[in-house]
């Protein structure tokens, strides 16, 4: 990772911005889609359906559509898993703003499920805290002990480009 960029990174108050990216066409009929749907109408129907109001992509990116409606319907069906966007997720991990009562809920569910999250959390907010070069060198071990994969590989690179900068 270039000096610049991780500058960047530290002197942030917050995580990064997601941009989303467009709508998919067929969100403009999918209320016709889900109704159709339920009805049990085929692919094929439902896309001579649409075509005829205006739907100009083809059959197989309409399968493609219906295929990920169908399975955020199964999802919402399944009252066992616990459903946290990615970047809701992230903006937790990163930051230190304290979420809503419902958030919070969540989140606590899903720290249950998956204890490394509170790990990386702390590594998280003590990395965020670094100040100076001691700081560091006791945030590498700590992040070291926290045995996640991930972090580790990341904790390579910082000693490498500690050297680096060191010997420049």
Aim: proline residues 2%; hydrophobic residues 35%; glycine residues 2%.
């Amino acid at each position: 990772m270039d000096r610049k960029t991780l500058d960047k990174y530290l002197q942030l108050k917050k995580p990064p911005k997601h941009i989303r990216r467009g709508r998919h066409r067929a969100d403009l009929y999918r209320s016709e889609i889900l109704e159709l749907l339920q009805a049990q109408a085929t692919v094929n129907h439902i896309f001579s359906v649409i075509q005829k109001q205006g739907y100009d992509q083809s059959l197989s990116t309409l399968q493609d559509y219906i295929a990920r409606l169908r399975k955020r319907e199964m999802n919402e069906k399944n009252t066992n898993k616990i459903r946290i966007s990615r970047y809701k997720l992230q903006a937790y991990l990163w930051s230190q703003l304290l979420p809503t009562q419902e958030e919070q809920i969540l989140f606590d569910k899903c720290f249950k499920q998956h204890q490394a999250l509170h790990r990386l959390k702390s590594v998280i907010q003590a990395f965020q805290k670094l100040m100076n070069e001691q700081a560091l060198q006791e945030w590498l071990l700590q992040a070291e002990d926290s045995k996640i994969h991930e972090v580790q590989q990341f904790i390579k690179y910082i000693r490498s480009d500690i050297e680096s900068v060191k010997h420049a």
